[in-house]
């Protein structure tokens, strides 16, 4: 995505371009920029509104006139590509034109850098509470914050939770009952930790 904001720029002439990826809770968030991005703050408060709507919009900023297009994907907003100038200057037809087939372009790019963040989340979570998998765990977050504590020579507390005769709810109860008591005792931890701790699923009835 950055390097097309760069290459839009240049193929436009224009002052700068930012692109955004739009989430499912119809939020704007900057994905790449490029060029000068000083005094662009109506700008994101204009993004805001595009809301779920295909198109393109010339929007006369108080110190830029930007060119905007919608980025979509099988027929949903996911995105937004945005250019500015001087306010001076106008946009012609051919760049309305030339920026939607761009527009078009980026929606399939934003729709994979989604994929590749759930496959990427997927890959480090445990299905089913959604904690951190024993994998990412042991490979990944205890090395990364061993390194930080040796660094800052600090000290950590770490804890392992078993839960006793977990075998006899799913025997007993079923399985149902015991992915309840799973889910319990994830809310729990998460109840009593901080936002700066983390969790993690090592796998059966071990956390």
């Known amino acids: ?31 790449a ?20 709507v295909s198109d393109i919009r010339v929007l006369k900023l108080r110190w830029w006139q930007a060119l905007v ?16 100038k001087n306010r ?10 030339l920026i939607a087939g761009v527009a078009d372009q ?3 790019a934003n729709q994979q850098v989604t994929n590749h963040e759930r496959m990427l989340a997927l890959s480090r979570t445990d299905p089913m509470t959604g904690l951190l998998n024993r994998r990412s765990f042991l490979e990944e ?6 390194a ?6 600090q000290t950590a507390a770490l804890f392992y939770v078993d839960m006793d005769n977990f075998k006899q709810v ?14 319990y005792l994830r809310d729990m931890l998460m109840d009593f930790t901080r936002p700066a701790d983390v969790i993690a699923r090592l796998g059966g009835d071990e956390f």
């Open 1 to 31: 995505l950055e390097v097309a904001a760069l290459s839009t720029v240049r193929t436009f002439n224009a002052v700068g371009c930012r692109i955004y990826r739009r989430f499912e809770s119809g939020h704007f968030q900057t994905a």
């Open 33 to 52: 920029d490029y060029g000068n991005t000083e005094k662009l703050d109506d700008l994101d408060v204009a993004i805001a509104d595009l809301g779920n």
């Open 69 to 84: 297009a919608t980025t979509h994907y099988r027929k949903s907003v996911n995105g937004a590509i945005c250019i500015w």
């Open 88 to 97: 001076n200057e106008e946009w012609s037809e051919e760049e309305r034109l």
């Open 106 to 108: 980026l929606g399939i």
């Open 141 to 146: 977050e205890l090395p990364r914050r061993v």
């Open 148 to 153: 930080r504590l040796q660094h800052s020579r």
């Open 170 to 183: 799913n025997d007993i109860r079923g399985h149902q009952a015991g992915d309840d008591a799973i889910m």
